[in-house]
Every structure is written in C-alpha cells, then in structure tokens.
C-alpha cells in the first residue's frame, strides 16, 4: 500500500472557506467569536516574544525559554486555524454594520443583562470583602443577586441570605476550621 | 507487596470511623450535586479541593472519592424524572429512563439505576484493582523523556476527544501550560513571566504562580453559575416516585448485559481523556445494537437502556483511576482535579505511587468499594427529599455556587488575590465556553506543565541539548519509540485535513 492512501495531502486548498470547498458547517458564528480569537492571538504573540526573548538569554533545548516558546507558538498556530476554520461559517453580522454597534451587540451578547450585573456584584463582593467583612459583605452580595435574578418574595431571599451566611460561618469556619476573608 | 499489608490498607476504608464519615458524605453531597441540573461533579470536586486543603490526606481523598461515585450515579435521577441528564454520563440514561417515567414507572428506573451503578462501580474497581499495578510496574522502566511522551498524550486526548474541534481542545491545552509556567522557574530560579512593578503584591503573587485549585474553581464553578445564568426559565418539573426496589430476577436477568457494559465502561474510562459520558454512550449504542426483542422499544423505556448506560459510567470511574494511580495522567476532568488534590497533600500520583505510598493505592480501591455500598443505601433512600432539592430555582442556587467559589479560592492561601484571579479565570471560562472552548484541557494542562517542562528539560539535557541525539533516543528505545508514534498518530488524525481526507476517502469508497 502506498503512502498517499495512508497519510492525508496537505494543501493549500484545504485551508479555503468550507462552503467553496463543498462541506456544509452546522455551526454558525457567534458574536464577538473572531474578536476573542483575535485578542488570543494577540496573547499568544506576546507570549512566544516574551518567550523567545527568554530562549535568547540562554540557547539551548533545556533552557527556561524553550518550551513555554514552543507553548506560545502551538497557541498562535491553533488560533490562525481556528479563524481560518471560521471563514468558512455564516458571519453574525450583515455587511455594513457600523464597528460600534457591533461591538455593542457583543456586549449585550456576552453579558446580557442579569449575568452582566451578577459579575458586577462579584467584582464589587471581592473588594468589599475587604472593606466590610465576609459576614455583612456576603449577606449584601446574596441579597442584590437574588433580588436581582427574581424580584418577587423580598422577604423569603432576606430569610435564605441571612441562613445561608449563618450555615457557611458555621459549616466553614467552625466545623471544617477553614479561613474565611 | 503481600496481599495482607494491601488488604489491610484498603480496608482502612471500612474500618476508621472519620474516613468512613467522610466518604459517607462525600457519596451522600455527590448524589446531589450529581443530580440538581447545571451543578456538575467536576464543579463539585473543583470545590472540595480548596475546603479540605488542610485535611489530612485520607479523609480528603475519601470524601473526593465519595462525591466522584455519587456524583456520576445522580445525574441519572433528574435524567429519569425532569429529561434533563444531571451530569453528561447521564445522557443516554434520559433517552429511555424520562419515557418510563412518563409511564409512571420512574420509581422502577430509578431502582434500577441504582443497582447497575453499583454493579457497575465493583467491575470498574476490581478492574482498577488487577490493572493498576501491572501498569505502573511496567511504567518503572519510564525515562524522562517517556514522561513527557506521556504528559503529550494525556493532553492530546482530553483536548481532542469529547468536543467538536481538537484545535480549540489544543489551544485550551497550551494556554492552560502557559499558565503553568508563570512563576519562578524550578530549575534556575529566575522569574518568568511575572508582570506587575517591583515590590508589587501583585508581582509577589505571580511569582509564587497562579494557582491550579483556583483556576480550577474559576473555570468550572465560577464559570458554569454564571452560564446557568443565562437561561432562567427551566421550571422544575413535580414527580411521583415509588415502586423503586427492582426485583431480584430482573437484575439476574441483565446480568450478562451488566458485565459487558461494565467492562467498556472501565476501558474507556481508562483511555485518558475519555470520561463516563463516552462510555455510557458507547455502551447504549452497543447495547441497542446488540439487544434483541427488547420488551420495549428504545426510545420508549426500554430497561436494557437503562442498565448499559449505567453500568458502564460507573465502571468509567474505576478505569479512569487507572492511569491517574499509575501513570499520573488523569482519565478525565475529575481525576485531573484528584490528581492536583494529591499534589496538594504531598503526594506523587504514578508508578511510583503504590512505591512510596501503598496505603493511599489501597486505601483509595477501599474506598471505591466501601462507596459503591454507600451509593447503595444512599440510592435508595431521600428520593422524596432530592425532588425537593432538585426544585430550587437557580436564582437562588447560582449566587449560591458563587458565594462557595469564593470562599474556596480564599481559603487556599487566605489571599484575597486568590479571590481575584477565580472572578478572573472565572469570567474567562465564562466567554471560553460561550465559544465553545472546552476548559478541562486548560486545568490539566497548568497541572501537567510542571511534569512535562521538567522532564522535556532532564530529557534534553541527558542528550547534552542536542536535537538530533534526543531525537535519535526516541527512536532508539522501545516505549519511547511507542508512545512517539502514538503522539504522531493523535497529531495526525486529529487534524482537520486527516478527516477531510477520510470522509473523501469514505466518499470514493461509496
């Protein structure tokens, strides 16, 4: 048996749009998808340069830069297949769409309304934690996020908040002996 | 080792009464977790890491292992009774298990699961029992260069089976080494890639690394809440349950098809990268080709079903202990996570493992068993009081999730720079899954870069930094040359250009 049956051909016509190359894709783009990859890319770049930089300051196969260089550069190869995969999938957006309401549209994509607020609440509940303690800071942060994921029955997430602080305290700190913030 | 010291190892996990608690609980919180949609094992585990961190090494272990056993068993439950699987082992389960309990029969499935999950746990552990050892014998004769072969493979595989592109698997796999090597590097001491100014709380934290039990609960805890979250309006769905003993010649009848399943259940879920969701699929698959004139239909309840799938995920746990134990490559995402457990309490998961520390090797088959009987009791029982935990509505459960992911990334160093980086990762996790990123890969890959940098390192400088002569040692010893192959051979079929080829190829044929 020939090698040609049993490796695959590589060519440069592999790596054109599917759709010109015949083969239907289910998935289509999401909002905002080639942007990250964008911004990996961009991470991965940095990544084999602080690396390369790194490999220079001592050449050799056991050095302390090689491997995270030879990482970086499997990272930035994965991520230009990865986008040229996506070439080929129906776009998000139609042509034309002004670069700010697509970045907009994303946004709302990513982080529509209530997740938006809850990791808010999260940044907000980390640096408060420092401020207020775990105890109060905690009971303000289940509070707003229940409250805010479902606005009926105020009195029953007051209820559920202060027991749930009171369990964590108990079970945490108490019974398991972890430190809490 | 003589068979008694073993034995008496493993039956430590029946006999101390704070081991046998731990993994009582841990089986008991396992099933709920297991159960209650949107919570998954991985996440659970993920969890538990940062709360028994300054346990002693046994009774974290029992109560991971206990909350592995549970977990994959109580997906089942809200399959049968809501058609939403718990966990992604319990896939195939809701394709016959929600129309018997649309019947009314879901007490019966719900019995039924139970008895095969068990079953399925003994096969899966006694197989881990006899496998594990002749495989880390064999990986005595290891080099460093086979190490790092291994550590290749393991994320090859979880990178490319089990999601729809291997490149986004890959990528995640690098990034998530990157991530590993920030820090002071072991070998020279130097700082790599660490940012922030001088003096820096910031740049004290990175030189130190980020760590893994964070990124872990960033990834899978943080991330999964704040996905849930997007969608709220699942309404949970009220269940009669009852009739759930099944009968003694019902589970003798199955038995042949319990063994079978059971058996592709622990090979696959020995095969890293692999999990019980692939084997419970694979063993439906076979057991739907395979069974015939089932009493119903598949599609419409039939128990064959119910068993195969099962069976077959529960054995997964026992297989997929069987390169963790012995080669230190985890099977799936939650033996990933229990192998960062077992570095966190000094341990050195591998061939060397049942070496230096038999007691955990035995102990943890033990607990395999004595939790399968747990999963037994605990099957059978509280299914009235699970309907109701399996009602609460996420707004109340996601902050819920939040509120413990928090608390676990600060309890690992007392560092709210810990808590940081977990909303960090956590809302990367977030965006990387939207994108359909798989993250397993990155945890494993931040606790295989350790493994693999050190080794590729040793191994480079045994053939005095020269590529041909490390290239030349590859090919010139036995198990190198094997798993070098083995590497090629993932490299190749994985690649997109290898499936357009088949599918031509496949094409022609026709």
Same mark, same amino acid.
């Given at each position: ?91 998000? @957006? ?25 990791? =808010? ?61 | ?32 977790? +297991? ?49 939403? #699987? ?122 130190? +690394? ?87 239909? @598949? ?30 490559? #985890? ?29 955990? @090797? ?85 606790? =295989? ?62």
């Amino acid at each position: 048996m020939s090698h040609g049956l049993l490796l695959p051909v590589f060519s440069p016509a592999d790596f054109r749009p599917k759709e010109k190359r015949g083969i239907m894709e289910k998935r289509t783009q999401q909002k905002g998808e080639r942007g990250f990859l964008l911004v990996l890319g961009l991470f991965s770049l940095i990544c084999l340069i602080a690396s390369l930089k790194m490999f220079l300051t001592a050449p050799k196969l056991s050095g302390e830069g090689t491997v995270p260089a030879l990482c970086a550069l499997v990272m930035l190869v994965s991520t230009v297949v990865i986008l040229l995969e996506l070439r080929g999938m129906p776009r998000p @957006f139609e042509d034309g769409i002004p670069l700010v309401r697509k970045a907009k549209e994303t946004f709302a994509y990513l982080f529509p309304g209530k997740v938006g607020i809850i990791i =808010l609440y999260c940044a907000l509940y980390a640096v408060m934690l420092n401020f207020i303690g775990f105890a109060v800071s905690t009971f303000l942060f289940l509070v707003f996020s229940m409250m805010t994921l479902n606005h009926q029955n105020k009195l029953r997430t007051l209820v559920i908040s202060a027991i749930t602080v009171l369990c964590i305290l108990v079970v945490f700190q108490y019974i398991f002996q972890v430190q809490l913030p | 080792m003589a068979f008694t010291q073993a034995l008496g190892y493993a039956l430590q996990a029946l006999t101390d009464p704070v081991l046998l608690l731990c993994l009582a609980a841990g089986v008991f919180l396992g099933i709920y977790v +297991g159960a209650i949609p949107g919570l998954s094992v991985t996440m659970a585990t993920s969890l538990l890491i940062s709360f028994t961190y300054s346990w002693a090494t046994l009774p974290a272990l029992a109560a991971m292992v206990g909350v592995y056993i549970g977990g994959v068993y109580g997906g089942s439950r809200s399959a049968i009774l809501l058609n939403i #699987p718990g966990a992604p082992a319990a896939v195939a389960t809701a394709l016959e298990g929600y129309p018997l309990a649309r019947k009314g029969l879901a007490g019966q499935a719900i019995g039924v699961t139970v008895i095969q999950s068990v079953l399925g746990g003994f096969i899966g552990t006694l197989i881990l029992c006899l496998g594990a050892p002749y495989l880390s014998k064999f990986a005595m004769r290891f080099a460093p260069r086979d190490y790092f072969l291994l550590a290749v493979i393991g994320l090859f595989l979880v990178s490319s089976l089990g999601n729809d592109s291997p490149t986004r698997g890959i990528l995640s796999a690098a990034l998530g080494l990157f991530i590993g090597f920030v820090g002071l590097d072991n070998q020279t001491g130097h700082n790599r890639f660490v940012l922030g100014p001088s003096g820096s709380m910031f740049r004290t934290y990175m030189m130190l +690394g980020v760590s893994y039990v964070v990124v872990m609960i960033g990834l899978f805890g943080m991330s999964e809440a704040l996905i849930q979250l997007r969608d709220l309006t699942t309404n949970p769905v009220k269940q009669k349950v009852d009739k759930i003993i099944p009968s003694w010649k019902n589970t003798i009848r199955y038995v042949p098809l319990t063994l079978k399943s059971s058996l592709i259940g622990a090979v696959v879920g020995a095969l890293p990268g692999t999990g019980g969701d692939i084997a419970a699929l694979l063993a439906y698959d076979q057991a739907k080709r395979t069974t015939k004139n089932p009493e119903t239909p @598949f599609g419409e309840g039939a128990m064959e079903g119910l068993v195969a799938p099962e069976s077959a995920n529960n054995a997964a746990v026992g297989g997929a202990c069987i390169p963790m134990l012995s080669l230190g490559i #985890p099977g799936d995402a939650v033996t990933a996570i229990m192998l960062g457990a077992m570095y966190i309490h000094g341990l050195n998961p591998g061939p060397l493992l049942m070496t230096n520390s038999p007691d955990v @090797f035995y102990y943890i088959i033990g607990a395999m068993f004595v939790g399968n009987i747990f999963l037994l009791i605990f099957g059978f029982t509280g299914i009235k009081m699970f309907s109701k935990i399996v009602e609460i509505p996420k707004t109340i459960l996601m902050p819920i999730i939040i509120l413990l992911s928090v608390v676990g990334a600060f309890s690992i160093n007392s560092s709210i720079m810990d808590v940081y980086w977990m909303i960090a990762f956590g809302i990367l996790g977030y965006v990387m899954k939207l994108y359909k990123f798989p993250v397993g890969p990155t945890v494993l890959g931040i606790i =295989l870069s350790d493994l693999l940098e050190l080794n590729f390192r040793r191994a480079a400088t045994m053939t005095n930094n020269s590529i041909p002569a490390l290239l030349a040692d590859l090919v010139s010893h036995p198990v190198s040359l094997v798993l070098l192959i083995f590497v090629i051979c993932m490299a190749v079929t994985s690649s997109g250009c290898y499936k357009r080829w088949q599918a031509k190829r496949a094409a022609a044929k026709k």
